[in-house]
């Protein structure tokens, strides 16, 4: 990580290639950097806006290393890029700190960690085969739900089991796993903050989130009174796990609003699908502050900017009469991400809608 702030020119590293890097590329050259991308062979949207992009394996360490050798600074767009490909790169050149990858990237390793700096958790138990499972549900009780411990996202290696009767259908994946029981919430909500490389945090406003099949589909401001009583706690947790990590960048949280205080769900250590509303809604975008933190630039204010607002996701082939939402009247400002296949379940782009322009 640079120890001073990174002139214009240079060269910002992202691994993976999806809509988060294709949204942080666009930042970072507004800021004047360039940005070069790595990723596996595929649809890498954010090619588009990089000015290089490797697309070979993550294990290709030799790729990596090349990569690396263009970079001023490397950071990520998603939290599953192996720690064995993270390795390879200087610590001194990435940020957040790779320690952030290591929690994230393991459910049970989260919840541990964040339990310890004081958040609750629905009650858990760690899964491996059958009778573990058996156990847990014996356990915990139902209904609930099995998770893999590593690599899922957007719902997939998720089996919500009804009853035990229910898990009789889940055919036990084989890797290690995580069975939550379910908790009763009012809704879901985030805590998105940057951390700069001195210390300082900001917060953006908590949304409201909905969500289908594990996927989000809905972010909305204000939250409500459901969310406003315990923002205030979530952020105190969120601003622990990143001073506790030693992170720099941008940060997510995602908590359920419970009678009970807020209950910790799960963490991205990246910029966020529920914070894509801050490009038009915020003063500063979560991609801004992101590129500024990691540069070592003074972090942006992070206020609202109007009075209510609602991001949508635009998912599989709704994208193709996605442009008639242009004709709308208000404010509808419309991101379509450039991938090239429009697939059941596929993020394909999202909308924010914004009224009243605060004062």
Known sequence: MASAPLPPGSTIGILGGGQLGRMMAAAAAQLGYRTIGYAPPGDNVASDLCADFFENGWGDRDAIAAFASQCDIVTWE?????????????QRML????????????????????????????????????????????RIG???????????????????????????????????????????????FSVILVRGTDGEIRFWDSTANTHEGGML??????????????????????????????????????FFATQKGPIFNEMAPRVHNSGHWTIEGAATSQFENHVRAICGLPLGETATRFTSIDMRNIVGKDALT??????????????????????????????????????
């Open 142 to 188: 139902t209904p609930g739900i099995l998770k893999t411990a590593r690599d899922g996202y957007d719902g997939k290696g998720q089996w919500r089991v009804a009853n035990e009767h229910d898990a009789q259908g889940v055919r036990f994946p084989g890797r290690p796993c995580i069975y939550e029981g379910m908790v009763a919430f009012d809704t879901e």
């Open 217 to 254: 589909v809905q972010s909305v401001l204000p939250a409500g009174d459901r969310v406003e009583p315990l923002i205030e706690e979530a952020r105190g947790i969120a601003a622990k796990t990143a001073e506790a990590l030693r992170y720099v960048g941008v940060l997510t949280l995602e």
């Open 322 to 359: 996605a442009h008639e939402i242009l004709a709308e009247d208000g404010e509808p400002h419309l991101h379509l991400y450039g991938k090239r296949e429009a697939h059941d379940g596929r993020k394909m782009g999202h909308v924010t809608r914004v009224s009243h322009t605060l004062p």
């Open 78 to 90: 998603f939290e599953n890029v192996p720690l064995s490909a993270v390795e390879t790169i200087p």
């Open 95 to 138: 940020a957040p700190h790779p320690a952030a990858l290591g929690v994230a990237q393991d459910r049970l390793q989260e919840k541990s960690f964040v339990e310890q700096i004081g958040a609750n958790c629905a009650p858990y138990m760690r899964v491996e085969n059958d009778e573990d499972f058996a156990r847990a549900m014996q």
